[in-house]
């Protein structure tokens, strides 16, 4: 789960370049449907790392607070 959310993760960067390349040869249609890209590939990454998180705390049931604890490295 943790190389898939980085993968996605790599992914948004990679579209958000392409983003700014679309911007610069005023291609705003395609620019628009890349914003959607970029969205959506975060919250798959998002989904992928919780989902790391949770076997690696082997809890289940766990929340946003949880997940941002445990990607700041605070006890929690």
Request: include cysteine.
């Amino acid at each position: 789960f943790l190389y898939s959310a980085m993968v996605y993760f790599a992914f948004a960067l990679g579209f958000l370049g392409y983003f700014l390349y679309l911007l610069f040869n005023l291609k705003f249609l395609a620019a628009a449907l890349t914003i959607v890209l970029i969205a959506l590939m975060p919250l798959a990454g998002y989904r992928e790392h919780f989902w790391y998180m949770q076997m690696s705390k082997k809890k289940l049931g766990c929340n946003f607070d949880d997940w941002l604890a445990f990607v700041l490295r605070r006890k929690g």
